[in-house]
């Protein structure tokens, strides 16, 4: 029997992915750039020795959707296993918008290839990941990270590039928790009602390459208005493709609307804030920690919760 736990934070893209240039890959129409997360975390025990596959949910037997879902990436991860045990757990809302599944494949990964023995090459790791859920690629590293989206048709080329550590920029996220709940259409399926019936596919993925330069360029210069500019400008172009999908992908509840009227409001009495949304309602705004307390008061009155989040690290294994 051998055992591993590995740990993993979300991470929220500052420039989206959406988009799938394979589905079978999990190959992005688009390159990315994000921001992985300290406080959410994803807990994922790996067991082998089992005499069958048993996934565990915080402590419960998990759904069949979930754990058909876990078993098919292990399947794929690693051809021919042995029977595995998994228990994950997360401390933050589950499939609501919240980069649960980037976590979740992150650290799924890292506690499955060490249980099993292995490679433990971090862009090794991180294209496995990516098969799991396209986002989990980042969550190997912590702070920005860069995911370029690859020209090889076999993906090769296809994963999460470290940009600057957790410790390079004191910046938060405050995530203002709308709605609770799972989505209503999952991330695979709306990007492909995008990208096969909006008429603003084309023009979303023209112009990606260029933001990702933009916010690279930012997160080096630690140039908070260029970073909030692009940031913010990439997530309605790529809700844009979702506004416009037949038929249409409207995540947003009024709440999220009222959310980003105030983030506005913020900044036209100076304050530097910017905001962005993922496929959910909920609305994320990147600011100096220093301007944190600030923000979170004036998106109180629209939210259920109001979490407060740093640059967090990658993936780690706890000590047997
Ligand atoms: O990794 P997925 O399949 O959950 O897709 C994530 C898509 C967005 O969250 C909307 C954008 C992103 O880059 O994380």
Sequence with gaps: MSQATAIAHPNIALVKYWGKRDLERNLPAVSSLSLTLDGFATRTTVTTGTAADEVLQDGKAASPGFASRALAFLDR??????????????????????ASSASGFAALTV?????AGASLDPTHLSRWARLGSGSACRSLWGGFVAWHRGVADDGSDSHGVPVAGPGHWDLVMVVAVVATGPKSVGSTEGMERSRKTSPYFAAWVDNAEADVAEAQEAVRSRDLERLGTVMEHSTLKMHATMHTASP?????????????????????????????????????????????????????????????LGPGPGVTLEAP
């Design 77 to 98: 991860m690693l051809p021919g296993r042995e029977p595995l045990r998994i228990e994950t757990a997360n401390n933050f809302p589950t499939g609501a918008g919240l």
């Design 111 to 115: 506690a499955a290839a060490s249980a």
């Design 248 to 308: 249409p992908l409207l995540y947003w509840q009024p709440a999220t609307l009222a959310c980003l009227q105030t983030v506005a409001a913020l900044r036209a009495d100076g304050t530097s804030a910017w905001a962005t949304m993922d496929a959910g309602p909920q609305v994320k705004v990147l600011c100096a920690r220093s301007d944190a307390e600030r923000v979170s008061q004036a998106l109180r009155p629209h939210a259920l919760q109001i979490h407060t």
